[in-house]
């Protein structure tokens, strides 16, 4: 992980298509006409260094769907991190192969702490691990949900040597109503660099984010719908 505070824009696809987590699963996402390389094209031009990219379709219906959307963003420069309810070693494979540099092991293969540990041995820092966090609980979205108690899997990740946790405010997710700043300042705690997701919606958000020790954070709906100014946060800072 980079020292300075990275500011992630994330894309969710589903079916190839920009998408988002709607009650009833993934649903099609208006910005950019709908269209993931576009707006993977505008975020490469405003600086951005990184790009996290979902594959709803993996994550809900385990079906990897669009590694071939992930290998055009990862051709366009930035470095990709992709995600979508990752949980064994083919699916860490698949999207590495595509051109992913980072994958985030999704919350449900955490039910199943020796096999993250032996994935994370094997990929080292090209592999992040997800907490989906909701009032204390570790909750996955997606098929075959988890509810863990976050401390209690914290410690059970301690002697695994995680490069990087990546930390979903589950009810924040698309709203853009601030982010958990409370919970990002207990999992800092545990000791692996932080990125955290959802609500983010403003710069002083970024801001709380960092002060709570975050490293870096991930942002949705802000960053496609254009109300929070990445070009002005890559170019200016925090």
Request: glycine share 10%; net charge negative; hydrophobic share 55%.
């Amino acid at each position: 992980m980079p020292h300075v505070f990275e500011v992630i824009p994330a894309i969710d696809v589903a079916a190839g298509r920009l998408a988002f987590v709607g009650p009833d699963g993934p649903a099609p996402a208006a910005a950019f006409a709908g269209d993931p390389l576009a707006a993977a094209r505008r975020f490469a031009a405003v600086g951005a260094r990184w790009i996290h990219v979902v594959d709803l379709d993996l994550a809900f219906a385990g079906e990897a769907r669009n590694l071939d959307t992930i290998a055009s963003i990862a051709a366009l420069g930035p470095a990709v991190q992709a995600a979508g309810g990752v949980r064994t070693d083919d699916e860490v494979h698949a999207l590495l192969d595509a051109g992913a540099s980072r994958v985030v092991l999704g919350s449900a293969a955490l039910a199943d702490v020796g096999t993250t540990a032996r994935l994370v041995v094997e990929h080292a820092d090209r592999l992040a691990v997800g907490l989906e966090v909701d009032a204390g609980r570790i909750r996955s979205r997606g098929r075959d949900p988890v509810d863990l108690d976050l401390m209690e899997t914290l410690g059970e990740l301690t002697p695994v040597r995680v490069t990087c946790l990546v930390v979903t405010a589950v009810t924040r997710v698309a709203g853009l109503a601030g982010p958990d700043v409370q919970a990002m300042r207990r999992v800092v705690r545990a000791g692996p660099p932080v990125l955290a997701a959802g609500g983010i919606a403003r710069t002083e958000d970024l801001r709380d984010l960092r002060a709570a020790g975050a490293a870096g954070a991930i942002v949705g709906r802000a960053a496609l719908e254009g109300s929070l100014d990445l070009a002005a946060v890559y170019a200016t800072g925090l």
